[in-house]
Structure formats: C-alpha cells, structure tokens
C-alpha cells in the first residue's frame, strides 16, 4: 500500500466512530429521552353510536341527537310517550 492510501484509511477510521455517535445521540439533551407524546383514545363515529344506542333503545323510537357531551354522544328516544336519554361513551363503550 502507499503512504496516501494508508493515511486515507487511517482517516476513515478515526473519523467513523464519531459520525455514528453524533448520529445516535439525536439531541443536545445527552442521555435524557423526551417522553412519548399521549395520544388522545380513538373516538367512534356519532353514526357508530347511534348504532349503539338502538340496540340499547330496545325498540324505542329515534327522537333525535343531543351530541357530544363531555366524552358520550347522547341521543333521545321516546317509548310509551316518555322521552328517554341514551348515552353512548365516544371512546367506544
């Protein structure tokens, strides 16, 4: 080998460990991970809980929807001239 090629290689070498380490450590912060953002839970559609509430209605006419309330879509029935208020939590249960 010729002294260019060995100083080549002898650079390459020096100079690949500190690439990967730069590259690993990803933030200025050292060895500190930033936690997980939270993820808000899975809302079903206000059709899905409509379907849900029906079957709940037991045969009760379908008045109409209140919508969202806090984290349950509500929706109105009326059976026997009472009204009643179905609630259907929008996380799915």
């Not at 079957?55 to 008045?63: K, L, Q």
């Amino acid at each position: 080998m010729t002294r260019l090629s060995v100083l080549f290689l002898t650079v390459l070498i020096a100079v690949a460990p500190v690439g990967a380490t730069a590259q690993d450590r990803g933030s200025r912060d050292g060895d500190r991970e930033r936690p997980a953002p939270q993820r808000e839970p899975r809302r079903i559609s206000e059709a899905e809980a409509q379907g849900i509430a029906r079957s709940r209605a037991g045969g009760a006419r379908f008045v109409g929807s209140l919508g969202l309330r806090g984290n349950s879509y509500v929706f109105r029935f009326e059976r026997d001239g009472r009204i009643i208020d179905i609630a259907v939590d929008s996380r799915g249960g």
